[in-house]
């Protein structure tokens, strides 16, 4: 017998095998209800729902799930506000410095493309003049309010006097007396409530040291995401999963 007849043999004897399987399954009553059956327990096993979702309609159910996730989404959102209140100190001129940075980050990027200034001294230039730029419009404010200050003066005492006069000569007809009195009234509530603007003018003054101090935390910061922004982005995103990591490096990839 050559090899095609093999072959031949082979595949009749796995053909007879398998028809007598088959018909064995059969006599022994697992025909085809055994494979509906079958496809019934694999349908059960995981599939079916139970018999309190069966019970509960589609828009119930639907509801319920959307539910516990918005209430996940509202305690996470609380909690961010939470932090974002305690480390306001901090977070405020951090985000005050990265919106400066990306206003001055072309004029550095400028200069050290085109006049080729090492990347420290064009940050310190962008950021001096910067500070210089707000310097001096402050100046000028400060100059225009010192400037007109004096017709202010007069115009508010001739305002003061034009008050006094009214309330003589208008409808209220006060005396000199009433009108002393009003101001030994206004005198007593300043000598009563003294305290209270003390303390108003202490708490006064530990704003503007949080001011300050908010400030050189600003401009610190505004240098260094100038200079090193790119690297900190570089970093921030090794930081995350490979998955992650490149969509978002080529989203904030700015060169030079």
Do not use: C
């Amino acid at each position: 017998m050559g090899r095609l007849g093999q072959v031949r043999q082979r595949v009749g004897d796995a053909y007879a095998a398998r028809r007598a399987a088959v018909a064995l399954a059969h006599d022994e009553g697992f025909g085809d209800g055994y494979a509906a059956a079958s496809a019934a327990v694999a349908h059960d096993d995981g599939s079916r729902p139970s018999p309190i979702e069966v019970e509960l309609p589609h828009g119930l159910r639907l509801a319920a799930g959307w539910s516990w996730r918005m209430l996940v989404i509202v305690a996470a959102a609380a909690v961010v506000l939470w932090l974002v209140g305690r480390l306001r100190s901090v977070l405020v001129p951090l985000a005050i410095a990265l919106l400066l940075a990306a206003l001055l980050t072309p004029a550095a990027r400028r200069l050290r493309r085109q006049a080729h200034f090492p990347r420290s001294l064009a940050t310190a230039t962008v950021v001096v003049g910067g500070l210089v730029v707000v310097a001096g419009t402050l100046t000028l404010v400060i100059t225009q309010f010192v400037n007109g200050f004096p017709d202010l003066a007069a115009k508010s005492t001739e305002g003061i006097r034009q008050i006094q006069s009214w309330l003589r000569n208008g409808p209220l007809h006060l005396s000199n007396e009433q009108l002393g009195g009003t101001a030994d009234a206004a005198q007593k509530w300043l000598d009563t409530h003294r305290d209270t603007l003390a303390s108003g003018a202490l708490s006064t003054a530990g704003t503007v040291v949080e001011v300050v101090a908010s400030g050189f935390l600003v401009l610190f910061a505004t240098f260094f995401f100038l200079r090193d922004g790119d690297r900190i982005w570089r970093f921030l995103v090794g930081l995350l999963p490979t998955a992650a990591r490149a969509p978002i490096a080529r989203a904030g990839h700015s060169p030079g």
